[in-house]
């Protein structure tokens, strides 16, 4: 008997660290991600996207919106315009 209740109380001790491990995790990761988010800006998500992009437009799409606004290339600095050369296999 005295068996089984050092068991199920080695096995409490397992359970409750495992729980609070997971909770540093948790934590650790939600600060990681509020720092992420609060550095995210419309321009950068943009930037990224493009910076991935392999060119090849989509051949289906669910809906109007383009991939590029237009629209906002207005708000590019001079020096992202496409004018101008780059150093990237030109």
Do not use: H
Not at 23 to 29: C, D, E, I, P, R
Not at 55 to 76: A, E, N, R, W
């Amino acid at each position: 008997m005295a068996r089984r209740e050092i068991e199920a109380q080695q096995k409490v001790a397992i359970a409750k660290g495992d729980a609070e491990s997971l909770l540093v995790v948790a934590q650790n990761q939600a600060k990681a991600n509020e720092i992420l988010a609060r550095s995210l800006t419309p321009i950068l998500v943009s930037y990224k996207s493009l910076e991935r992009w392999n060119g090849v437009l989509p051949q289906v799409s669910g809906g109007v919106v383009p991939f590029i606004d237009v629209g906002k290339m207005s708000s590019v600095p001079a020096a992202a315009s496409p004018d101008q050369k780059t150093t990237r296999g030109e």
